[in-house]
């Protein structure tokens, strides 16, 4: 049996009105070719993976750039249809349900009035249930901190279990997943920054909980390192060997600012060095007589 489609979309002309006897009027109309004319059609159905069909699933086509450019849901019996595809290749589709996880995308090409037909399988979702908790990582002056590492532990009494590690990306952004509803704890760390403790709440599953978090600078941590070993001509290593660390001042002149010792290995340190010029000066005394 053929099938009739509408070469043009349905016009309507102007409204006149005819009231003389043997009086006539004209009523033009222009009509327009149907975008559709030769579109093709998606149907199939939209079942779990013991093949039975999932009522009211949602099923979204996009082109070839992931732009979406129709929708549908299924029926009772998961059975869904998307009419007025247009001719093309790199079509892509792909459906979600309550309790199930997003699918597998579905590949596909239509041809000019072509009625295709894909099945699409949803596997359960176990994580469902999971609530997030989402935030921001900023220093005091509102700048974010990056790599940041952000624990999540769950409070139970006096102890606060680790469940979960993730970290800030380049904006200080950060989301991690909470399986389970309780009271929790993030404990926040970056270089250069004292820790921050973060309570968070989790009442109820499937939630989302923003969290935002101020670091405050460690002056000493944000400071640099100097070490090094000091050796003999023989490159020995010189233990319990006096190490002065001077700063280059105005005028290349050498202010000393920190001494120390080395150890048995002649591995010498200094911490919390502010920004800045150096070289150190070593030597070692010993008893005579």
């Given at each position: 049996m053929p099938v009739f489609?509408?070469?043009?979309?349905l016009g309507q002309s102007e409204k006149k009105e005819?009231?003389?006897?043997?009086?006539?009027?004209r009523l033009d109309l222009t009509l327009h070719r149907n975008?559709?004319?030769?579109?093709?059609?998606?149907?199939?159905?939209?079942?779990d993976v013991s093949g039975n069909g999932?009522?009211?699933?949602?099923i979204l086509i996009l082109d070839e750039n992931n732009e979406a450019i129709a929708a549908a849901t299924a029926g009772n019996d998961g059975i869904y249809f998307v009419p007025r595809l247009k001719p093309g290749s790199g079509y892509r589709a792909c459906s979600l349900a309550p309790g199930f996880r997003l699918s597998d995308t579905v590949f596909f090409d239509m041809e000019p009035n072509q009625l295709l037909e894909k099945d699409i399988v949803l596997k359960p979702d176990m994580d469902e249930s999971w609530s997030i908790i989402a935030g921001i990582v900023q220093n005091a002056y509102g700048m974010p901190v990056s790599t940041a590492s952000v624990e999540l532990c769950q409070v139970e009494g006096n102890e606060a279990k680790l469940?979960?590690?993730t970290f800030t990306n380049d904006i200080g952004h950060f989301v991690i997943r909470v399986k389970e509803?309780?009271?929790y704890l993030l404990k926040i760390n970056a270089a250069g920054f004292f820790t921050e403790n973060i309570p968070a709440e989790i009442k109820r599953q499937?939630?989302?909980v923003s969290i935002s978090a101020v670091l405050r600078e460690d002056l000493k941590a944000s400071k640099g390192i100097v070490t090094g070993i000091i050796s003999n001509d023989e490159d020995e290593p010189l233990p319990d060997a006096d190490v002065i660390l001077y700063r280059t001042g105005a005028g290349n002149?050498?202010?000393?600012?920190?001494y120390t010792r080395t150890n048995h290995e002649g591995i010498y340190l200094f911490v919390n060095v502010p920004p800045g010029e150096y070289m150190v000066n070593a030597n070692r005394p010993v008893t005579v007589g």
């Open positions: 489609r509408d070469e043009f979309v005819l009231a003389g006897i043997a009086e006539t009027i975008p559709f004319f030769n579109s093709g059609s998606l149907t199939g159905k939209i079942k999932i009522p009211r699933a949602t469940t979960g590690l509803i309780g009271t499937k939630s989302i002149t050498l202010v000393p600012v920190a």
